[in-house]
């Protein structure tokens, strides 16, 4: 062996040990120190990428006066240690200033959120844009690159050392470089203002007549189309209406008694004024028929005829329509005796069915009253001075039926009646 490679051996032995107690001697030292302290200055270098913004323009040269549009977007990152908040309120379009440029105005738009995989956990970016409508105004621009200034945009970032617990940090600024624009447009020598013109023409007019005529056409047809759609309803309604009047059901009860209470008030006026006589006997006989027969559920006629027929005695006379105007002869085959047979067989109990009965038994002989004074002999005559009061009974009882027919009426009615029912299901048990 030469003595060269003998020191190049020795050489390379000594050279590895130091090695070997260098890195021993440092690695103790620093295996035997304390856990870094996440202070505030040893995140900064960490923190100075948590904010990344740029600019974007749809045109990247413009004319004097021309208005074009530029989109700011931010992205901020958060994490469970760090989270950075942009101080968006100097961003805002009324507040923002890109001289020379004038802001005229702008948009904000709506932040966008993603999560993604990082080195400590799960990252979250948020996005925010912001467009603005720029022009550039003024005559020493011509032909020349006039970039959109640089923009200092402020943020900070919290510390998150607990879930809940989040220590604000100092305001700092992330300056955004000028954006390049070139002003490309030269007006000529003979002009004396700078104009917009407008970009539509005669066809873009004609487009826009032919289309509002074929909206108008479509909101006609989606107009007529229900209609269309409901015609056969209506018609089998009609014919329905028809076929219902024919058989007899002209006349409500609720509209029935209506027309038979202002009979009765006009026969009350005229006895005022004029003794009784048989027509207006026989009038209120036929009322109290019909009235009777609604109050005990008995089959009314309802024969509609026209407007010159005559009807009969016991028939009331009524008009229903103004175009076509149609006569109704309503009557109906009840008499006393018939009357006070339904009521001594029916079953009446509770409270209000028995002030029900008291008044029908009243309604039975005041209609036997007037039956009397109809049919009476001319000896009886002298009883007919008696029969004011059995008319105010009949006004009483019509009264009571149109009650009958209100709402309010008929759910009282029906709780009244069930609560009968249970007082005396109570009393047997």
């Excluded at 440092?26 to 295996?31: L, S, Y």
């Excluded at 989040?166 to 000028?178: D, I």
């Excluded at 309503?330 to 009357?339: D, N, Q, R």
């Excluded at 009483?396 to 009646?417: I, N, Q």
Aim: proline fraction near 5%; glycine fraction near 8%; charge should be positive.
């Amino acid at each position: 062996m030469s003595r060269k490679s003998m020191r190049g051996k020795v050489f390379g032995v000594s050279k590895a040990v130091t090695l070997a107690a260098f890195a021993l001697f440092f690695g103790a030292d620093a295996f035997a120190q304390t856990p870094p302290d996440t202070s505030y200055e040893k995140n900064e270098a960490v923190a100075a990428d948590a904010l990344n913004c740029w600019w974007k323009s749809d045109k990247s040269s413009v004319r004097i006066g021309e208005e074009f549009t530029v989109a700011l977007t931010c992205r901020s990152a958060e994490t469970s240690l760090e989270k950075t908040v942009l101080n968006d309120s100097l961003l805002e379009p009324n507040v923002l200033a890109l001289p020379p440029y004038q802001v005229k105005g702008g948009a904000r738009y709506k932040e966008l959120s993603r999560v993604l995989p990082g080195p400590d956990g799960p990252v979250t970016f948020h996005m925010v844009q912001y467009a603005y409508t720029v022009k550039l105004m003024g005559e020493g621009f011509f032909g020349r690159d006039v970039p959109l200034p640089p923009l200092e945009i402020r943020y900070h970032v919290d510390l998150v050392t607990n879930k809940d617990v989040v220590t604000p940090g100092k305001e700092r600024t992330y300056v955004l470089p000028p954006l390049p624009m070139r002003i490309q447009s030269l007006v000529p020598k003979a002009a004396d203002a700078i104009r917009d013109a407008g970009n539509e023409t005669f066809g873009d007019i004609e487009r826009r007549r032919k289309g509002a005529v074929i909206a108008f056409i479509a909101a006609g047809i989606f107009l007529l189309l229900p209609l269309v759609v409901m015609l056969p309803i209506l018609v089998r309604a009609i014919r329905g209406r028809r076929e219902s009047v024919s058989n007899g059901t002209v006349f409500h009860d609720k509209d029935l008694l209506r027309r038979l209470a202002s009979e009765l008030d006009r026969i009350e006026k005229n006895r005022r004024t004029a003794p009784w006589d048989d027509a207006s006997v026989g009038m209120v006989l036929a009322v109290f028929r019909v009235g009777g027969a609604l109050a005990i559920a008995r089959r009314i006629t309802q024969a509609p005829v026209e407007v010159e027929a005559r009807g009969t005695e016991g028939q009331l006379k009524f008009r229903k329509g103004f175009w076509p105007r149609t006569k109704v002869l309503v009557s109906a085959s009840l008499t006393p005796e018939e009357m006070a047979k339904e009521l001594a067989g029916a079953n009446w109990q509770g409270a209000v069915t028995a002030r029900r009965k008291a008044l029908l038994d009243e309604t039975q002989r005041a209609f036997a009253a007037f039956n009397d004074a109809r049919y009476a002999t001319p000896g009886n005559a002298a009883d007919r001075e008696a029969l004011d009061g059995a008319l105010k009974v009949g006004l009483r009882l019509l009264r009571a039926l149109r009650h009958d027919h209100f709402l309010f009426a008929r759910v009282m009615r029906a709780a009244g009646e069930r609560g009968a029912r249970w007082r005396l299901q109570w009393k047997r048990s």
